[in-house]
T-cell receptor
Framework: SQTIHQWPATLVQPVGSPLSLECTVE??????LYWYRQAAGRGLQLLFY??????ISSEVPQNLSASRPQDRQFILSSKKLLLSDSGFYLC?????????????FGEGSRLTVL | KQEVTQIPAALSVPEGENLVLNCSFT??????LQWFRQDPGKGLTSLLL?????REQTSGRLNASLDKSSGRSTLYIAASQPGDSATYLC??????????FGKGMKLTVNP
């Protein structure tokens, strides 16, 4: 079966510090991978997605970046965090080639920027 | 621009009731609609996916219907239980990789 892991689960960081959130998927090959953010009182917002190693598409301009160094690894980064980066970050995956298929989410990483 | 609305934002019911959760969307040109459940502080769990060519999907006590022409979907929960308490979100996918989510409906089922 397929599983998706995110870490860390919780993170408290000062403004201006760097960020690295990691996501890995097990049990499948070449999945489509996604980073979403859920901010308080708002819906989920797609930040980045990737259909293959090194292939990153950005949905919104922001202080964040994403990388996919391995087939089943997706990383969300920032060089300098802003207060507005606080939120609940969710990694998700889909079966390869099924860009209209079911989306599966991880447990999320809660980021608080102080 | 696609907008997804879920009304009401919260619902509290006694155990055993049959429930209907509503989701509406403004652009009927969608590929699919997906219902999720989110427990407090947790990620999203996929409940049902309805492709645009389908009218409904069923899983256990859950049944989701889709009416593209009217821009509506409903999630029917039969014989609700306290364990069904969670936030339920619907999301639609149009012509891109992005799912557009509603803000969710918080359901409380009281024993």
């Amino acid at each position: 079966s397929q599983t998706i892991h995110q870490w860390p689960a919780t993170l408290v960081q000062p403004v201006g510090s760097p960020l690295s959130l990691e996501c890995t998927v097990e049990g499948t090959s070449n999945p489509n991978l996604y980073w979403y953010r859920q901010a308080a009182g708002r819906g989920l917002q797609l930040l980045f997605y990737s259909v293959g190693i090194g292939q990153i598409s950005s949905e919104v301009p922001q202080n964040l970046s994403a990388s996919r160094p391995q087939d089943r690894q997706f990383i969300l980064s920032s060089k300098k965090l802003l207060l507005s980066d606080s939120g609940f970050y969710l990694c998700a995956w889909r079966w390869a080639g099924l860009n209209t298929g079911e989306l599966f989410f991880g447990e999320g990483s809660r980021l608080t920027v102080l | 621009k696609q907008e997804v609305t879920q009304i009401p934002a919260a619902l509290s019911v006694p155990e055993g009731e049959n429930l209907v959760l509503n989701c509406s969307f403004t652009d009927s040109a969608i590929y699919n609609l997906q219902w999720f459940r989110q427990d407090p502080g947790k990620g999203l769990t996929s409940l049902l996916l309805i492709q645009s060519s389908q009218r409904e999907q069923t899983s256990g006590r859950l049944n989701a219907s889709l009416d593209k022409s009217s821009g509506r979907s409903t999630l029917y929960i039969a014989a609700s239980q306290p364990g069904d308490s969670a936030t339920y979100l619907c999301a639609v996918q149009g012509g891109s990789e992005k799912l557009v989510f509603g803000k969710g409906m918080k359901l409380t089922v009281n024993p």
